[in-house]
Antibody
Framework: EVQLLESGGGLVQPGGSLRLSCEAS????????MSWVRQAPGKGLEWVSA????????YDADSVKGRFTISRDNSKNTLYLEVNSLRADDTAVYYC???????????????WGQGTLVTVSS | SYVLSQPPSVSVAPGQTARLSCGGD??????VHWYQQKPGQAPVLIVY???DRPSGIPERFSGSKSGNTATLTITWVEVGDEADYYC????????????FGGGTKLTVL
C-alpha cells in the first residue's frame, strides 16, 4: 500500500522559510515522479513543483519559481520542498503526490498524502 | 497561461446521471485526469488519461473527450458522490505547466 507522510508545515512569518518533507513507502520510490500540490483555504488545487523519477529534472509553477526548490533522496525514500521568501498567498495545505510514472510531463497524481499546512502570517 | 474551465456547481438527484465538463483549448491533444475531493480529505484520482480508471474506482465513473471539452460522467449518482471534482492536464503554452480546473461542486439533492 502506498503511503505518503508529509511533515514540516507550520506557522511562519512573511519572508520566512520552511522545509517540507514527505516520507514514502509501499512502492519503488526512485522510479516515480513526485510532486507537491497545494490548496489554499477554501480554494482549488495548484500544481506547485515536480521532480522526475527518470532523470531528476524538475518543474516549478511560475508562482513559486525562484523561491521553492524540490528535491528527493532516493536512498531515504523522501521528497523535500524548500520554501523560501514566503508570502501570505503561499498559505495552503501542501500535498505530497506520487505520479503515475517516472515522467513529469503528462503526469497525474496517482496517490496523495494527507497534507501539511503552511500558514504565512505575522 | 492555459486555462481549464469547469462549472462551479452541478446538482443531480440520486440515481440520475451527472455530467461534469472541463473545457480548454486543444484539450483533444492532452491527457486529462480527474480527481474527487470530499470535505476535509485529500483528493483521490478517479480517472486518468482521459478515460482509464484506477483500481478500486467504480465503473459508474467514466471519462470522455469531444472537441475542446472533456467530460466526467457519473451514472447512478449516490449521496456519497457529493464532492468537489477537479480536472487536470499539462499545458505547453509559454512553457510547460501543470494545470487544474477550478473545480465543480457536485450536489446530490
Amino acid at each position: 500500500e502506498v503511503q505518503l507522510l508529509e511533515s514540516g508545515g507550520g506557522l511562519v512569518q512573511p519572508g520566512g522559510s520552511l522545509r517540507l518533507s514527505c516520507e514514502a513507502s509501499g512502492f519503488t520510490f526512485s522510479a516515480y515522479a513526485m510532486s507537491w500540490v497545494r490548496q489554499a483555504p477554501g480554494k482549488g488545487l495548484e500544481w506547485v513543483s515536480a521532480i522526475s523519477g527518470r532523470d531528476g529534472s524538475t518543474y516549478d509553477a511560475d508562482s513559486v519559481k525562484g523561491r521553492f526548490t524540490i528535491s528527493r533522496d532516493n536512498s531515504k525514500n523522501t521528497l523535500y520542498l524548500e520554501v523560501n521568501s514566503l508570502r501570505a498567498d503561499d498559505t495552503a495545505v501542501y500535498y505530497c503526490v506520487k505520479g503515475g510514472s517516472g515522467y513529469i510531463w503528462g503526469s497525474y497524481a496517482e496517490s496523495w498524502g494527507q497534507g501539511t499546512l503552511v500558514t504565512v502570517s505575522s | 497561461s492555459y486555462v481549464l474551465s469547469q462549472p462551479p456547481s452541478v446538482s443531480v438527484a440520486p440515481g440520475q446521471t451527472a455530467r461534469l465538463s472541463c473545457g480548454g483549448d486543444y484539450i483533444g491533444g492532452k491527457s486529462v485526469h480527474w480527481y474527487q475531493q470530499k470535505p476535509g480529505q485529500a483528493p483521490v484520482l478517479i480517472v486518468y488519461d482521459d478515460s482509464d480508471r484506477p483500481s478500486g474506482i467504480p465503473e459508474r465513473f467514466s471519462g470522455s473527450k469531444s472537441g475542446n471539452t472533456a467530460t466526467l460522467t457519473i451514472t447512478w449518482v449516490e449521496v456519497g458522490d457529493e464532492a468537489d471534482y477537479y480536472c487536470q492536464a499539462w499545458a505547453s503554452t509559454s512553457g510547460r505547466s501543470g494545470v487544474f480546473g477550478g473545480g465543480t461542486k457536485l450536489t446530490v439533492l
